[in-house]
């Protein structure tokens, strides 16, 4: 069965409003939610970084549906530290909670003053660091002296149901690497034709579970207002690899967005004032094999598109659901 999520933007809103928005977003009929982990945004004029650890206790004890997150193990945290974490919440909340472990982004991980390897190297450390966390996990003690260290770690709270370890992926050749060890994908809005060779790319290499994409939008009344939105909130997020993942500060993201033009943003932002439209764009990346759509709209007040969608959009598209 699909499933259509919402997703809470920590670099976008406050913590507070984040935590009403998900409660909203469970009344108007979202089936799940997920959120970012961001310290820092990608703008200024996003201009937020709340700790999605404690918005997530929070979020999950005032609502019933299930909600994971992005979770990078690096030097901010420690896969040891990250499993007590992950651990902590899927043992008081199961079944509940799912965590999505990358490879992490220069702007979020070298504020520990430690340097940004190659993507190689962060890759290999974040497959020893999955290692690590699944071992802890499961209650086993953990030593190991490679890319990663520990010594003698043991988590000791932990969850009778195991939490599920997503793959974040963008390239087919990411999602082929992560289907090692992934218990389900997680990627973004690309061009379809290159969204249909990630999740080939997935299962053809052995990859289980439930394919998820996360869908940036942008929905208003009008389409000037909705273009607009898209450009203030998210042309600082048109780069992609190595300048996403290489580039250290917010200010450099914003020098290199000055010039963004509103058809740049249409490039990697669905943006339309028909909902109809929004309905045609995630029934087409359900036909093409996606599972479950996050809905991620990329202005700064929700309360307007969870009205709209939760009141037009998601029913029908569980009507079409239930005839295709």
């Not at 200024?44 to 019933?64: D, E, F, I, K, Y």
């Not at 340097?115 to 953990?142: H, M, T, Y």
């Not at 599920?164 to 289907?179: C, H, K, N, W, Y």
């Not at 973004?188 to 439930?210: I, S």
């Given at each position: 069965?699909n499933?259509?999520?919402?997703h809470?933007?920590?670099?976008?809103l406050s913590p507070r409003?984040?935590?009403?928005d998900?409660?909203s977003?469970?009344?108007?009929g979202?089936?799940?939610a997920?959120?970012s982990?961001h310290?820092t945004?990608?703008?200024v004029?996003?201009?937020h970084g709340?700790s999605?650890?404690?918005?997530?206790?929070?979020?999950?004890?005032?609502t019933?549906?299930?909600i994971?997150?992005?979770?990078?193990?690096g030097?901010?945290y420690?896969p040891?530290?990250l499993?007590h974490q992950?651990?902590t919440?899927a043992?008081?909340?199961?079944?509940?909670?799912?965590?999505?472990?990358?490879?992490?982004e220069?702007?979020q991980?070298t504020v520990?003053g430690?340097?940004?390897p190659?993507?190689e190297?962060?890759v290999a450390?974040l497959e020893?660091?999955?290692?690590?966390i699944?071992?802890?996990?499961a209650?086993?003690?953990v030593s190991?002296?490679?890319?990663v260290?520990?010594?003698?770690?043991?988590?000791w709270?932990t969850p009778?149901?195991q939490?599920?370890l997503?793959?974040p992926?963008?390239?087919?050749e990411?999602?082929?690497?992560?289907?090692?060890w992934a218990?389900g994908?997680?990627?973004?809005?690309?061009?379809?034709?290159?969204?249909?060779?990630?999740?080939t790319a997935?299962?053809?290499?052995?990859?289980r579970?439930?394919?998820?994409?996360?869908?940036?939008?942008?929905?208003?009344p009008t389409?000037?207002?909705a273009?607009?939105i898209?450009?203030?909130?998210?042309r600082?997020?048109?780069?992609?690899?190595?300048?996403?993942?290489?580039?250290?500060?917010?200010?450099a993201?914003d020098t290199?967005?000055e010039?963004?033009?509103?058809?740049?943003?249409?490039?990697?932002?669905?943006i339309s004032?028909?909902l109809?439209?929004?309905?045609e764009?995630?029934?087409e990346?359900?036909?093409?094999?996606?599972?479950?759509?996050?809905?991620h709209?990329?202005?700064?007040?929700q309360q307007?598109?969870?009205?709209?969608?939760?009141?037009?959009?998601?029913?029908?598209?569980?009507?079409?659901?239930?005839?295709?």
């Amino acid at each position: 069965m699909n499933r259509i999520g919402f997703h809470a933007s920590h670099e976008q809103l406050s913590p507070r409003q984040l935590l009403a928005d998900v409660q909203s977003a469970e009344r108007a009929g979202f089936d799940m939610a997920m959120c970012s982990e961001h310290l820092t945004p990608w703008s200024v004029r996003q201009g937020h970084g709340g700790s999605n650890w404690p918005w997530l206790g929070a979020a999950l004890a005032t609502t019933a549906f299930p909600i994971g997150s992005l979770a990078i193990p690096g030097p901010r945290y420690h896969p040891v530290v990250l499993a007590h974490q992950v651990a902590t919440l899927a043992q008081m909340f199961p079944g509940r909670y799912w965590a999505a472990l990358g490879s992490g982004e220069a702007m979020q991980e070298t504020v520990t003053g430690e340097p940004w390897p190659p993507k190689e190297e962060r890759v290999a450390r974040l497959e020893e660091s999955v290692d690590i966390i699944r071992r802890l996990l499961a209650g086993q003690e953990v030593s190991r002296d490679g890319l990663v260290r520990a010594s003698r770690a043991r988590v000791w709270e932990t969850p009778e149901e195991q939490p599920l370890l997503i793959g974040p992926a963008i390239s087919p050749e990411s999602a082929a690497r992560v289907a090692a060890w992934a218990d389900g994908l997680v990627t973004v809005n690309r061009p379809v034709e290159v969204l249909a060779e990630v999740l080939t790319a997935y299962r053809e290499n052995g990859g289980r579970g439930r394919a998820a994409l996360q869908l940036h939008l942008s929905w208003a009344p009008t389409m000037e207002e909705a273009e607009a939105i898209a450009h203030d909130q998210w042309r600082s997020n048109v780069f992609g690899d190595p300048i996403a993942g290489d580039t250290l500060t917010v200010e450099a993201f914003d020098t290199m967005s000055e010039y963004v033009r509103v058809e740049d943003v249409h490039g990697v932002v669905r943006i339309s004032d028909d909902l109809g439209r929004h309905r045609e764009w995630i029934a087409e990346y359900l036909d093409l094999g996606f599972d479950d759509v996050y809905l991620h709209h990329v202005g700064q007040s929700q309360q307007a598109f969870l009205d709209a969608f939760g009141g037009s959009v998601l029913p029908a598209l569980r009507q079409a659901g239930g005839d295709r």
